[in-house]
């Protein structure tokens, strides 16, 4: 199940998921400094809380029986619904809810009437690039994006059209 997120309280628990997933999941990739100026710049409650309000962002926490199990954002850019993220605790992956996420996603962007998905994944994350390509994404081509501090993001941009 999604929940939209619309109170500080969920907020919090974003930014708490954020925390937690990114640690466990990108330090092996991308290093811990990164991850924490990454987690203060874009997923700090104020992060997110101007993401919702200013950028158009809407932040979704995936749930299974009552328990946080993940989190969704996503926002439109032209004919396209952007998947910012979408990320699983360690302990709940491989049950579906990314697949779950997708789907919504899809059903968003066709009631806003856009023509594709996108997202992008780091180009280490190999297990989620596999998994995006068995959602059906194809791999557009890498981007390296300028995220401050020094730190850059090396990724592939993956599209799904609609």
Same mark, same amino acid.
């Given at each position: 199940?999604l929940?939209?997120?619309?109170t500080?309280?969920?907020?919090d628990?974003?930014?708490?998921?954020?925390?937690?997933?990114?640690?466990?999941h990108?330090?092996? +990739?991308?290093? /811990?400094? @990164?991850?924490?100026?990454? $987690?203060?710049?874009f %997923?700090?409650?104020?992060?997110?809380? =101007? !993401?919702?309000t200013?950028?158009?962002?809407k932040?979704?926490?995936?749930?299974?029986?009552?328990?946080?199990?993940?989190?969704?954002?996503?926002?439109?850019q032209?004919?396209?619904?952007?998947?910012s993220?979408?990320?699983?605790r360690?302990?709940?992956?491989?049950?579906?809810?990314?697949?779950?996420? +997708?789907?919504? /996603?899809? @059903?968003?962007?066709?009631? $806003?009437?856009?023509? %594709?998905?996108?997202?992008?994944?780091? =180009? !280490?994350?190999?297990?989620?690039?596999?998994?995006?390509?068995?959602?059906?994404?194809?791999?557009?081509?890498?981007?390296?994006?300028?995220?401050?501090?020094?730190?850059?993001?090396?990724?592939?941009?993956?599209?799904?059209?609609?």
């Open positions: 199940m929940t939209l997120v619309d500080s309280s969920q907020i628990t974003v930014s708490w998921l954020a925390t937690e997933i990114w640690r466990e990108y330090t092996p +990739i991308i290093g /811990a400094a @990164q991850i924490e100026y990454m $987690l203060t710049q %997923q700090s409650p104020a992060a997110i809380t =101007r !993401q919702i200013h950028e158009h962002y932040y979704y926490l995936l749930e299974t029986k009552g328990a946080v199990q993940g989190y969704l954002a996503i926002h439109p032209g004919d396209c619904l952007f998947l993220k979408l990320y699983v360690a302990a709940a992956r491989a049950r579906g809810h990314a697949r779950a996420a +997708i789907y919504f /996603a899809e @059903q968003y962007a066709h009631q $806003l009437q856009l023509k %594709q998905l996108a997202l992008t994944v780091n =180009r !280490q994350n190999l297990l989620a690039i596999t998994i995006y390509e068995r959602l059906g994404f194809i791999n557009a081509g890498p981007i390296v994006t300028d995220i401050g501090g020094g730190f850059v993001m090396d990724d592939y941009r993956m599209e799904k059209p609609l």
